[in-house]
């Protein structure tokens, strides 16, 4: 059976527009505060007729902190696969304390099953953790969507580009799935 290729997405800053507090990206609180930015659904369309499986890698450690719930996680994700034309959704639930292998930079949301070709997927993220997971996990691109957030860069991405449309734009220019 020939694996088919995946375009990983993170969620907030990638899919959906996050909220800022303090120079960090944070979730919306709720599908109320959800809002998808522009271009998303265009270029998850193309990526999707070129062939791609698309797969949003989220970690959510609001839930491990009490700050959130998985219900109100949930729902953000039922409103999201029914907007987008999305394959399937791998959230990790834990924080750093918790030591999972799912925990982007970990790449266990990446590489767990169903498998995908690695050498033939990206990953589109807009932080840190989302570039090394990628890295890890021996995905052939990472892509940095670029905010100002006050973190830095640890590994550097194969692209960096200004929004999920521009990050199509790359992978369909680069990467071949066929």
């Known amino acids: 059976m020939t694996l088919r290729p995946a375009v990983f997405l993170d969620r907030d800053g990638v899919i959906n527009r996050p909220i800022i507090r303090s120079g960090r990206p944070h979730p919306p609180a709720s599908v109320d505060d959800l809002e998808v930015l522009p271009g998303v659904p265009e270029a998850l369309k193309r990526l999707k007729a070129a062939g791609f499986a698309l797969v949003v890698v989220t970690n959510q450690p609001d839930v491990a902190r009490g700050a959130q719930t998985r219900e109100s996680v949930a729902a953000i994700h039922e409103r999201l696969m029914s907007l987008l034309p ?66 830095g860069i640890r590994t550097a991405p194969d692209a960096r580009v200004g929004s999920l449309a521009e990050a199509a734009d790359w992978i369909l220019s680069t990467m071949v799935t066929r």
């Not at 924080?95 to 930079?105: N, T, V």
């Not at 997927?121 to 969507?145: E, F």
């Open 86 to 151: 999305l394959d399937e959704i791998r959230v990790c639930w834990h924080d750093d304390e918790d030591h999972c292998d799912c925990r982007k930079p970990k790449p266990g949301l990446i590489t767990r099953p169903p498998a995908y070709d690695l050498a033939r997927s990206a990953v589109v993220g807009d932080r840190w953790r989302d570039i090394d997971a990628g890295h890890n996990a021996g995905c052939a691109a990472s892509i940095l969507v670029e905010y100002d957030y006050d973190e």
